[in-house]
Nanobody
Framework: QVQLQESGPGLVKPSQTLSLTCTVS????????WSWIRQPPGKGLEWMGV???????YYSSSLKSRTSISRDTPKNQFTLQLSSVTPEDTAVYYC???????????WGQGTQVIVSS
């Protein structure tokens, strides 16, 4: 059974770049789709983007200009970078495996990120 674990700083200053890593076990990131999703406090889930098995990426139109997803195949990890963060980017960030429709099928436990000076 695939397992995902997010890691990264819990506090980021405004205007900096948020960087999170998802470590995958029990499955290879060279198969399936792998996504990032976030949930701001008091709000619903927001899909951010996905990296496919061939390394191609697709992003939410509202976040595309600030978002980058990449992968480290030997380490079986994929990474989210979100630039120019503001307090509105405060959220719990989740990594997930997804199907071809980009719907999550397996989730990490999530990691809280606060954007504050």
């Amino acid at each position: 059974q695939v397992q995902l674990q997010e890691s990264g700083p819990g506090l980021v200053k405004p205007s900096q770049t948020l960087s999170l890593t998802c470590t995958v076990s029990g499955g290879s990131i060279t198969t399936s789709y792998w996504s990032w999703i976030r949930q701001p406090p008091g709000k619903g889930l927001e899909w951010m983007g996905v990296i496919a098995s061939d390394g191609s990426t697709y992003y939410s139109s509202s976040l595309k200009s600030r978002t980058s997803i990449s992968r480290d195949t030997p380490k079986n990890q994929f990474t989210l970078q979100l630039s120019s963060v503001t307090p509105e980017d405060t959220a719990v960030y989740y990594c997930a495996r997804a199907n071809s429709g980009y719907c999550p099928t397996s989730w990490g436990q999530g990691t809280q990120v606060i954007v504050s000076s």
